[in-house]
């Protein structure tokens, strides 16, 4: 199973960023995914995850600024980031398989 993250970048408070996660060798359709974070000197913290019923939740943190997606067809998971905030900088990574599966994170830094 391969996660690969993408979309991560520096950019100004109040900014948009998208992430995506491609899954390889992996069932995606039908699957639970995640968001998680790392900022640095703190633990990883879930964002959001989206089941295979489509039903998603998020963080408090992030709630009404963030939205999880997901497309079957391209085994591709998305995060949304809207109105970022600097408290969002952090590694952000995606998580498959009961949280088994990791990709390699892609950072974001919001100034």
């Not at 939205?67 to 995060?79: E, G, Q, V």
């Not at 970022?84 to 949280?99: F, H, I, Q, V």
């Amino acid at each position: 199973v391969q996660l690969v993250e993408s979309g991560g970048g520096s950019v100004q408070s109040g900014e948009s960023l998208r992430l995506s996660c491609a899954a390889s060798e992996y069932t995606f359709s039908g699957s639970s995914m995640a968001w998680f974070r790392q900022a640095p000197g703190k633990e990883r913290e879930g964002v959001a995850n989206i089941d295979g019923h489509d039903v998603s939740r998020y963080a408090h943190s992030v709630k009404d600024r963030f939205t999880i997606s997901r497309d079957n067809a391209k085994n591709t998971i998305y995060l949304q980031m809207n109105s970022l905030k600097s408290e969002d900088t952090a590694l952000y990574y995606c998580a498959a398989g009961g949280w088994t599966y990791w990709g390699q994170g892609t950072q974001v830094t919001v100034s």
